[in-house]
């Protein structure tokens, strides 16, 4: 056993407790059941005012032990993800999942962009599974996975642009032709046939 002293410590328990809603709509009285009842749609409800409602007794009854319940002190809501705040954790943070594959497809010399109405689709879809944030990664991934092995074997590719319908309708991307690329491309297989000065004096 280590003695730690938690004094300057701070504990977060966080998660999405899933279920816990109907548990304090039966203890505050909210049921959907009942003559005179009014039946409201799963968007209707809304969890963020429902969990502004909850008890130490509510964890208690969803399986927590009162041990644990009782160093919790401060229980706060939080309000899901909005569209506006994915499209950010997914664009601005130092490690951002568009950075990351901008930076691969950098190692490439392909530019990588994303359009605004492709960045918007792929929230959408995130918040359509419920999976929020870390959901993501999985849309972005099955978007990026064939394009991530076709564009390295295209040398004179130069710039890669995700739309709508790519994210949407699994269409390929915007495709940008490098001239440059293609130039310094036919020289080197120029060079490569052409032999040298000293080959042929030797010859």
Do not use: W
Not at 12 to 37: M, P, Y
């Amino acid at each position: 056993m280590i003695q730690i002293n938690t004094e300057n410590i701070l504990f977060i328990c966080g998660g999405a407790f899933e279920g816990l809603e109907n548990i304090i709509k039966d203890r505050t009285g909210k049921k959907s059941i009942g003559f005179g009842t009014k039946i409201e749609s799963q968007k209707e409800i809304n969890k963020y005012e429902i969990f502004q409602e909850m008890l130490p007794q509510d964890l208690l009854k969803y399986g927590l032990i009162p041990e644990f319940i009782g160093r919790l002190p401060i229980i706060a809501t939080l309000k899901d993800l909005d569209k506006e705040a994915l499209i950010k954790i997914a664009t601005e943070p130092k490690n951002a999942l568009v950075k990351q594959y901008q930076k691969l497809l950098e190692m490439d010399d392909v530019e990588l962009e994303f359009n605004q109405d492709a960045l918007e689709a792929i929230v959408d879809k995130a918040i359509e599974r419920k999976t929020g944030a870390r959901g993501l990664r999985s849309i972005i991934e099955e978007i990026m996975r064939d394009i991530m092995f076709e564009i390295p074997s295209t040398p004179n590719i130069s710039k890669c642009i995700i739309t709508k319908e790519t994210v949407l309708d699994k269409k390929e991307p915007e495709i940008v032709i490098s001239e440059k690329n293609e130039i310094e491309q036919a020289k080197s297989k120029k060079n490569r046939h052409m032999p040298d000065k000293k080959s042929r004096e030797t010859a």
